[in-house]
């Protein structure tokens, strides 16, 4: 799992995302600020798919999900259906290991105002595909639209066949399936657009699916 083509911790493909890296580490220099390689094991089940690297999370530890917001109610959720050790991701030294579950993005870099391109998106679409193809998951759980959308491009699907929904439920052929939830970013959750209660209810599908 340390072939370029599944992750770079080098990448400058996207001038604008480079160029905000670098104003980050500016700013914040000790923060990662950089490309953030997935996170768990290369062979697990299950592959989950996030948007990007949060600002004063991912970014600024290094591990997708951690030290943020959005962290809080996906890793209490795992450790809750048996893939964590621990419910809290706090630093990359803290611990926490996860089992039979691997944590990526569509995007590797922090955007600004978590907002990345489309071509950002598809830069990156090769990185997604490689991983997809490495780890052989069969089940992927997509946080949010855009990284529904990347999932599917980076299986060579068509996006009109499968429209995203909160818990939607798609066959992808070769034994695997993809699962939609809505991210759980803090508006989501804060909002309830997203509740405890809607996540563990995919998470409860998936489980049945893995056993």
């Known amino acids: 799992?340390?072939?370029v083509h599944v992750f770079d911790p080098g990448c400058r493909r996207c001038p604008r995302l480079?160029?905000?890296l670098a104003a980050v580490r500016a700013d914040y220099p000790g923060y990662h600020a950089a490309p953030v390689a997935p996170f768990g094991p290369a062979d697990a089940p299950l592959l989950i798919v996030g948007l990007a690297p949060g600002m004063h999370g991912a970014n600024a530890t290094g591990r997708p999900f951690t030290g943020d917001h959005a962290g809080i109610l996906l890793y209490r959720t795992l450790h809750a259906f048996g893939f964590s050790n621990q419910?809290?991701?706090?630093?990359?030294?803290?611990g926490l290991v996860l089992r039979g579950c691997r944590v990526t993005n569509a995007v590797k870099c922090l955007p600004p105002q978590n907002k990345p391109m489309p071509d950002e998106i598809r830069n990156c679409n090769g990185f997604l595909a490689a991983e997809i193809e490495a780890v052989a998951?069969?089940?992927v759980l997509a946080l949010g639209r855009i990284a529904h959308d990347a999932a599917l491009r980076a299986l060579g699907l068509?996006?009109?066949a499968h429209p995203f929904g909160h818990g939607a439920e798609y066959d992808l052929?070769?034994?695997r399936r993809l699962f939609d939830s809505f991210h759980c970013s803090r508006y989501?959750?804060?909002?309830r657009r997203l509740t405890p209660e809607m996540f563990e209810a995919v998470f409860r599908e998936i489980r049945a699916r893995l056993s």
């Open 18 to 20: 480079a160029g905000h």
């Open 1 to 3: 799992m340390s072939d």
């Open 188 to 191: 989501n959750t804060q909002t």
């Open 173 to 175: 052929g070769k034994g």
């Open 158 to 160: 068509p996006l009109s």
């Open 137 to 139: 998951p069969r089940v």
């Open 87 to 94: 419910p809290e991701a706090v630093a990359r030294d803290d």
